[in-house]
Antibody, heavy 112, light 107 residues
Framework: EVKLVESGGGLVLPGASLKLSCIVS????????MRWVRQAPGKGLEFIGE????????NYAPSMKGRFTISRDNAKNTLYLQMSSVRSEDTATYYC?????WGQGASVTVSS | DVQMTQSPSYLAASPGESVSISCKAS??????LAWYQEKPGKANKLLIH???TLQSGTPSRFSGSGSGTDFTLTIRSLESEDFAVYYC?????????FGSGTKLEIK
């Protein structure tokens, strides 16, 4: 069974950094492009970025470039999202996904 | 960026009825379009990819059509489990972009 489980969310102060993790199982992680997508409360889905199977290339949404960094550790079957200088607009549920499977998301709230 | 315009944003229907959801791209995306279903407490589910190809496990009452800029998701003979939010998403080019969603509710 394909599983993607995000962790690392929570309440974070504006301007701080936060790193989300996504541990996967049930498939060969190193074979797949992986992505992060977010959803602000009551809003639609927003693509953050995607990383190549071997981690050598990433593609980001222009609005995410610079503050968000996607990486992966294929030996640990884990995808990461490093968020820096977070702001209130980054409050959202963050989903780890591949094209045909999603995690249930990690909630991030940016507030003082 | 490719803008995806999805309509309607809200749809009310009864079990057994058929509904259609439209998704229009701001430029041609060939058939590089997916449809996802969102339900509370569950992981988003890929229903259709390549515009019209049913993902394994998607019931046959779901169908997708279109290519280029105009796409449609049709659900025939609605069942109670189909009441959810549906999103289209293009993957023809980066950044991947989503439609704004259609909430399908029971009438």
């Amino acid at each position: 069974e394909v599983k993607l489980v995000e962790s690392g969310g929570g309440l974070v102060l504006p301007g701080a950094s936060l790193k989300l993790s996504c541990i996967v199982s049930g498939f060969t992680f190193s074979d797949y492009w992986m992505r992060w997508v977010r959803q602000a409360p009551g809003k639609g889905l927003e693509f953050i970025g995607e990383i190549k199977p071997d981690g050598s290339k990433t593609n980001y949404a222009p609005s995410m470039k610079g503050r968000f960094t996607i990486s992966r550790d294929n030996a640990k079957n884990t995808l990461y999202l490093q968020m820096s200088s977070v702001r209130s607009e980054d409050t959202a549920t963050y989903y780890c996904a591949r094209a045909d499977a999603w995690g249930q998301g990690a909630s991030v709230t940016v507030s003082s | 960026d490719v803008q995806m315009t999805q309509s309607p944003s809200y749809l009310a229907a009864s079990p057994g009825e058929s509904v259609s959801i439209s998704c229009k791209a701001s430029k041609s995306i060939s058939n590089n379009l997916a449809w996802y279903q969102e339900k509370p407490g569950k992981a988003n589910k890929l229903l259709i990819h390549s515009g019209s190809t049913l993902q394994s496990g998607t019931p046959s009452r779901f169908s997708g059509s279109g290519s280029g800029t105009d796409f449609t998701l049709t659900i025939r003979s609605l069942e109670s489990e189909d009441f959810a939010v549906y999103y289209c998403q293009q993957y023809n080019e980066y950044p991947l972009t989503f439609g704004s969603g259609t909430k399908l509710e029971i009438k």
